[in-house]
C-alpha cells in the first residue's frame, strides 16, 4: 500500500480570536483532521524593525493535496497582511495514524 501524501501546514495568528476563526474553517471545509496550538513568543523583523511579539502557533494535519485551498482560506480571512504559511511534509509515521488522519479529511 502507498503511503498518502501527509503535512502539517504551519500558520500563526496574533490571537485567541483569529486563530479559533482559522480553525473553525478548515473543519467546516473538511480541510483538516487535527490542529495543535500553541502559545509562543515571536522575533521577527517586519518594516525594517525588529519586533517581538506573543502569538499562537497553529498546526495544521492534512493532505499535500488540500494546502492551496488552505492557504487560499488562510489568506483571505488572516489579519496579517504577510501570515506565515509552511508546508511541513510527513515524510513517514505510523499507518494507523495516517490512516486516521486521511479518514478525517474529505477528499
Known sequence: MTKPSCCIVQT???????????????????LAACIHTQEIKSHYIWNKKIEHDKEILLGIKTQNTHFHAIE?????????EVPEIL????????PEYLE???NNISV
Do not use: A, M, V
Not at 487560499?72 to 496579517?80: A, E, N, T
Not at 508546508?87 to 509515521?93: R, Y
Open 72 to 80: 487560499k482560506l488562510i489568506k483571505s480571512i488572516h489579519p496579517y
Open 12 to 30: 500563526t495568528c496574533p490571537d485567541e480570536k483569529s486563530c479559533q476563526r482559522i480553525i473553525d474553517e478548515l473543519f467546516n471545509h473538511h
Open 87 to 94: 508546508l511541513l511534509p510527513i515524510i513517514d509515521g505510523s
Open 100 to 102: 486516521w488522519l486521511i
